[in-house]
């Protein structure tokens, strides 16, 4: 099944700051809710182990994440995909990102999963609570981490 | 996986074993210790059919590792009937043909078991509502209904109380 | 007079197993050295598989074989094969483990067996197969739109088959000159059958002898053994037995044969090891074949007095990704057949399309058919009796097939052989004091409360079948029974029959029968069932056949016991045969009622034959083949009374009666037991139960807290009583009524429901009416006639 989301997280550092966070595959990953570990292949890919729970689908899911920031641009593109547990989860995102130039910068971010296998079959219901949970999660940590470092 | 020992007693038996972490009670039940009566039906803890009790109370199962059983009484429908003699609410649903395939009934049972035991004359609207967890395919929950108010009335006139723990 | 059993409601013999906990469900055995085997599934509904590394899962101490598609069909693995056949029919092959593409989340891409279950669960999800996703259909209409996605390479256009029954020129006159037509757009929803029990299959391979025990959740062990050995697996029928212990409800889920049931097979000779695989319940949703999920057009003519011109139906009935065993009977021959109802309709037309999508595999489930039918049928008359502005009630009297018109030809090819149509309908319409509570409703509506009030006639055919009729059809099986009654030197007696006891309580019911034919305590029978090496043949439980065919055979069985007591109870009385009686338990000579023998009697010298008549043979046992000579037809009425709250769109069930006539009624515990969990069954497809896929064919509703199945809260007292009329063409006269609740249930709700809507203008709905979409449809209605 399909999803999309989109939101907007005010970061309390200067874009310059969020870009170099941005670039370090480590740091991103470090921002992924319940990570059990994390394999740094060069400094756009990764693979990332996280606990998942969402209803009767409890266990680890393995993703393989591709960052790639386009600064010229303004934007980071994420691209995710992986599973576990027979469900495989296709997720695709953008955020854009603008200086605030009072030492705030804006990420404006959407994002589509495609999920497949019994993860889907919670419906929109369960899966899709729990979705926008995990993202918005992701954005929090990163804006924590970010105005921390 | 690294084993635990946990201690068990079971329908008045007392076991000591080494179980993996995740294994869940009901598997306990089923795989280690061969009472086979407690059934799973589903994988979401919605159908009730592992229904047995934990120190008296009416517990799903699947909903809780051997590991939490450790040091617990537990009854499973083939500890239900004492001396030989069935319990008021096995022969509520033997009488009233409460059961069809017979899949969902030692949980169903343990599920009525405990509600009698906490409540000996319940309404028709208040059995339904105790029974919202335990799933049955065959009988339309009618005679489910008449063999719980059978049980109640048994009890009642013997005065007895349900407790079979 | 010896004590008779028929028609008492006696306590079932098998319920002390089931309430102490003792049953014996396939999940539950154990063999020695038994190993287990989970399967890695699709999470695609439609994906080629590129290539498969168990490397990974093969490196796990414990995990013993990795089993893939391509090794299968290498070691000589057939395409399961589909059991009925139409003319033009694509039959695209359906192997255990699919080896090129995934066609339906679920679909079997490969087998983990291991030591211990978890163990194959956790090897599972090691197997890394790389899949290249593709588009997917999952609704039949759009599998039929030009530029689908295809399920089957070789099948571009997605259609499996078509099929038609009825004067399409005479319905489409009748049409033309009708005073009034109406039409229906219906879809009736897809359900999951979900008996209590997941199925399970435990195989073991006896080296030595290269024979096969396969234990199995089976409504019809025999029709396993000769799909499997015939077709599937090349096992000599006679190295392959199929024994189907206890088993926790069907529903028609557990006729088929899975692929399952082939790679425990496989995997026991390859590894000589048993092996057990058991659904996860989320493997039932995905696997166990669906029911329904039709989409229909109907259409109905009437004249000004209310008489029913004409029916025309086009329905596309959705196939799912593959064929399973009965599929293309279920959408045609018990669907179209059965739009007659118990109505004098003198012109039908029905035209069917079948697709396939990449959705679980759609056959039958309760009903088959003909609760589909019932729906459109008894939905078109309340929307007909509604535009000529007349009771519903009284639009169907005025159709009802008349007693005297039995045996009655209906324009779509059935026979119905007996009938009192109106008797029913008398017998409902007065215990539900109908005058009465249509004033009611009045006056509930004048106080805003919206109850709504659904009546249905309805009749089945079942008892399935006469042999030659549904060989001519398309069935590749036989539908007669076997019986075999076995008497003891003692006196007691072991009856075989080829019907399976999933719930339906046989072990008890026939048993009564077979100690009235016999004249003999009920405890001294015993039924056994569900065992290929044991009974002589069977073709199963479902269709409503058990009573009406496999009890006929036993009657007849018991009988021929019956004669051959009296020829030797003669022989020992030094009488006639001729002058034997059988009364009061003993067979004596007649008028002469102190010459006479007990039945142990003559078990023993049946045994002994010391003292034995020259021209006969010893023992006492007898087999018969019971073919029946037409359907049987069970009818009725059920009325649903409703309230929709129209501040939440619940619907709630206020009450629920059912006359039913089955015929005589062999034991009322039981034979209501059917009716209140048919009746539960059908009021969940209305209410509660569906089948969610999404546009990619991602089930979105392929679990136990997605897909809502009725509980003890959702039900009421079922009030219910039966009228008798007899079935006139086997020896007891029996119907069928393990379908009739659900039959007429889901129609009678879905009356109920729409009746209550009917102030708020909304003439129809599809299934199942949950709160949101009746919420959604009050209000949409409110807001349009605010606007109006």
């Not at chain 1, 999309?4 to 809710?33: N, T």
């Not at chain 2, 009335?153 to 013997?158: F, S």
């Not at chain 3, 169907?396 to 008797?423: C, H, K, M, W």
């Amino acid at each position: 099944m399909k999803l999309e989301y989109s939101g907007q997280e005010k970061v309390q550092a200067e874009a310059d700051k969020v870009w170099r966070f941005i670039q370090d595959p480590q740091k991103v990953a470090s921002c992924l809710p319940d990570l059990k570990s994390v394999e740094i292949k060069d400094e756009k890919n990764m693979v990332a182990t996280v606990g998942v729970a969402v209803g009767p689908v409890r266990g680890t899911f393995k993703f393989n994440i591709e960052l790639e920031p386009r600064p010229e641009e303004n934007k980071v593109l994420v691209r995710l995909r992986g599973g576990g547990l027979g469900s495989v989860v296709d997720l695709t995102a953008s955020a854009v990102v603008t200086d605030q130039g009072d030492q705030t910068t804006l990420l404006d971010w959407q994002g589509q999963a495609t999920v497949s296998g019994p993860a889907a079959s919670l419906g929109g219901r369960v899966l899709d609570a729990q979705a926008k949970k995990l993202i918005q999660t992701v954005f929090a940590n990163m804006s924590q981490r970010m105005s921390e470092a | 996986m690294e084993k635990v020992k946990i201690s068990v007693t079971v329908n008045g038996q007392t076991h000591h074993s080494e179980v993996e972490p995740r294994l869940l009670l009901v598997h306990y039940l089923r795989e280690h210790l061969g009472l086979t009566g407690t059934h799973v039906g589903c994988d979401t803890s919605q159908c009730g059919a592992c229904t047995v009790h934990v120190d008296g109370q009416a517990v799903k199962s699947c909903t809780m590792f051997a590991v939490q059983a450790d040091g617990c009484q537990i009854t499973t429908i083939e500890g239900l009937a004492a001396d030989g003699k069935l319990h008021p609410v096995q022969e509520g649903f033997w009488e009233m043909h409460g059961l069809q395939c017979g899949f969902c009934t030692p949980g169903m049972i343990m599920a009525v078991v405990d509600l009698l035991n906490q409540n000996p004359n319940p309404s028709e609207a208040e059995i339904r509502h105790a029974l919202e967890g335990n799933l049955c395919r065959c009988t339309g929950y009618h005679n489910i209904i008449k063999a719980v108010q059978y049980a109640a009335q048994k009890m009642a006139k013997a005065g007895m109380t349900a407790a079979a723990d | 007079m010896a004590e008779k059993f028929f028609g008492k409601a006696m306590k079932r013999v098998e319920d002390p197993r089931f309430i102490t906990g003792s049953g014996n469900y396939t999940d539950d055995m154990v063999l020695p050295g038994m190993v287990h085997v989970a399967m890695v599934r699709s999470p695609y509904a439609h994906a080629r598989i590129k290539k498969i590394d168990p490397s990974k899962a093969l490196a796990m101490p414990g995990v013993l074989a990795v089993i893939t598609g391509q090794e299968m069909i290498e070691a000589g693995i057939k395409s399961i094969p589909t059991g009925w056949l139409h003319p033009g029919i694509k039959t695209p092959p359906h192997y255990a483990i699919t080896p090129d593409k995934a066609r339906h989340v679920g679909d079997i891409v490969a087998a983990v067996v291991a030591e211990t279950r978890q163990l194959a669960e956790d090897a599972a999800q090691m197997v890394e197969v790389e899949y290249e996703p593709l588009p997917a259909v999952a609704l039949g209409s759009d599998a039929l739109k030009p530029g689908a996605p295809a399920v089957h390479d070789d099948i571009p256009d997605n259609i499996c088959f078509t099929w038609s029954i009825g004067d399409k020129a005479a319905t489409d006159a009748a049409f033309e000159k009708a005073y009034k037509t109406v039409r229906l757009n219906l879809r009736n929803n897809r359900l999951v059958p979900n008996a209590m029990e997941p199925r399970s299959s435990l195989a073991q391979y006896h080296h030595a002898s290269g024979e096969f025990t396969l234990y199995t959740t089976s409504q019809n062990p025999h029709i396993h053994r000769l799909i499997i050995a015939a077709f599937v697996m090349g096992i000599p029928e006679h190295k392959l037995r199929v024994i189907a212990p206890d088993v926790g409800g069907g529903f028609g889920s557990k006729i088929y044969q899975y692929p399952e049931e082939i790679i425990v097979l496989y995997a026991s000779k390859k590894l000589n090891r048993p092996v057990k695989w058991t659904a996860r319940r989320s493997e039932s949703f995905a696997m166990d074949s669906h029911g329904r999920d039709h989409e229909t057009v109907a259409e109905m003519a009437v004249d000004k007095d209310g008489k029913i011109l004409a029916v025309r139906v086009e329905t596309i009935a959705n196939m799912g990704a593959y064929l399973t065993t009965f599929a293309p009977a279920v959408p045609t021959y018990l669907y179209g057949c059965l739009l007659a109802g118990p109505y004098t309709t003198p012109h039908i037309y029905c035209h069917v399309t079948a697709p396939f999508t990449h959705t679980t595999p759609v056959d039958a489930y309760r009903g088959a058919g003909r609760p589909e039918a019932t729906y459109l049928l008894e939905r078109l008359v309340d929307v007909a009796a509604q535009e000529l502005g007349m009771d519903p009630v009284e639009l169907r009297r005025r159709n009802l097939i008349p007693p005297e018109a039995f045996p009655y030809q209906t324009p779509v090819a059935l026979v119905y052989d007996s009938g009192n149509y109106e008797a029913a309908l008398n017998r409902a319409l007065e215990m539900v004091d109908y005058a009465a509570l249509r004033k009611q409703q009045e006056e509930w509506r004048k106080q805003g409360r919206y109850m709504g009030i659904g009546v249905v006639t309805y009749i089945e055919a079942c008892g399935l079948a006469p042999s030659a009729l549904v060989g001519s059809l398309g069935a590749q099986a036989g539908q007669w029974e076997s019986a075999l009654v076995r008497v003891m030197p003692t006196g007691k007696v072991e009856v075989f029959t080829g019907t399976h006891s999933h719930g339906q309580g046989h072990e008890t019911a026939f048993a009564q029968v077979v100690a009235d034919e016999l004249q003999i305590p009920v405890e001294d029978v015993v039924l056994v069932h569900g065992d290929t090496g044991r009974m002589p043949y069977g073709w199963g439980s479902y269709g409503s056949r058990s009573a009406p065919t496999g009890l006929s055979a036993i009657v007849l069985a018991a009988r021929k016991i019956v004669d051959k007591a009296k020829r030797i109870a003669a022989h020992l009385l030094e009488a006639a045969p001729e002058d034997i009686v059988h009364e009061d338990g003993k067979f004596m000579v007649r008028g002469v009622p102190e010459k006479a023998k007990t039945f142990f009697d003559i078990a023993l010298q049946a045994h002994l034959a010391h003292n034995y008549p020259a021209d006969l043979e010893p023992g006492l046992e007898a087999t018969h083949f019971y073919d029946p000579k037409n359907f049987v037809y069970p009818f009725g009425t059920h009325i649903a009374v409703v309230e929709v709250d129209p501040d939440t769109g619940k619907v709630k069930l206020l009450r629920y009666l059912s006359v039913d006539d089955c015929g005589p009624v062999i034991n009322p515990l039981i034979a209501e037991g059917q009716v209140h969990g048919g009746i539960a069954q059908g009021l969940g497809q209305a209410l509660l139960e569906e089948a969610v896929y999404d546009k990619e064919g991602q089930f979105l509703s392929a679990n136990l807290l997605e897909y809502a199945l009725p509980r003890a809260d959702d039900m009421v007292q079922i009030e219910h009583d039966h009228t008798v009329t007899p079935c006139p063409h086997n020896p007891l006269g029996v119907k069928g009524i393990g379908e009739a609740g659900t039959i007429a249930s889901t129609a009678a709700v879905a009356n109920a429901v729409m009746d209550a809507l009917r102030p708020f203008g909304i003439k129809h709905l599809d299934m199942p009416y949950t709160p949101e979409k009746v919420w959604r449809a009050i209000h949409g209605s409110r807001l349009a006639q605010a606007a109006d």
